[in-house]
């Protein structure tokens, strides 16, 4: 699989050289990014959908969002969360340098104070990518803000496999979640989902009701 990997890895142009820097700088302070694939998958679905109003939950070094806001028509807005203010100081530094600010709106709180008084409506993408056993209730909280045909996506789905191993007595809570997750998401009535093996495990649903 690691052949397979690189091999896509590097048939793909060269990404941007702020994406590229900003790789290195979640490696270097131990911060994760999404997978490059995901974060490739969702710059795709960002133009095949022209997805002008996003909103992000769990933002960390910006690495999805600078993903999605390079490939953002011109009149394009992410709206992205995460309570972390030295993560999203890094996160803002980089959407600086993109030229990119003016269309990102970074919010510091956690999802679930934020998400009950979110504004917002009508939104092209949902990308979840914050605390695991939570990911349920912001389904739900952001399924109405979505418009018909819009989609989410959300990262983790696999946790590196364990989430599709035999369950155990011991399994850590978020594999647990994921579980249930996944299971929630993938029956929703109101969505038509899918879970790809890409990344950490992409799913991605639909609104379709
Ligand atoms: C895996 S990182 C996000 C990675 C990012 N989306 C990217 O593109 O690389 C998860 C982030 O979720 C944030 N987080 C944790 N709990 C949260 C919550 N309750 N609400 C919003 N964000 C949260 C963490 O601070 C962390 O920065």
């Known amino acids: 699989m690691d052949d397979v990997l690189a091999y ?26 999404v997978a490059r694939a995901t974060a490739r998958l969702l710059a795709t679905l960002v133009v095949c959908m022209q997805a002008n109003r996003i909103l992000e939950i769990g933002t960390a070094y910006g690495y999805a969002t600078l993903w999605m806001t390079l490939a953002q028509p011109p009149a394009g807005k992410i709206w992205t969360i995460d309570p972390d203010i030295e993560r999203t100081t890094v996160a803002l530094s980089y959407f600086q340098r993109a030229g990119e600010a003016d269309d990102i709106v970074i919010s510091n709180q956690s999802a679930l104070e934020l ?7 009508n939104l092209d993408i949902v990308f979840i990518d914050a605390a695991k056993t939570e990911y349920r209730a912001y389904l739900d909280l952001v399924l109405p803000m979505l418009k018909r045909s ?27 979640a994921m579980r249930d997750f996944n299971s929630y998401f993938l029956q929703h009535p109101d969505l038509d989902s899918t879970i790809l093996p890409v990344g950490d495990g992409t799913g991605i649903g639909a609104r379709v009701r």
Do not use: T, W, Y
Not at 8 to 33: F, M, T
């Open 8 to 33: 896509l890895d590097a048939e793909h142009p060269e990404p941007h050289p702020l994406i590229l820097e900003l790789e290195q700088h979640g490696r270097k302070d131990g911060v994760s990014n």
């Open 115 to 121: 998400l009950p008084m979110f504004p917002h409506r």
């Open 150 to 176: 819009g989609v989410i996506v959300v990262d983790n789905c696999l946790l590196g496999g364990r989430v599709a191993q035999a369950p155990r007595k011991d399994d850590p809570p978020e594999v647990v």
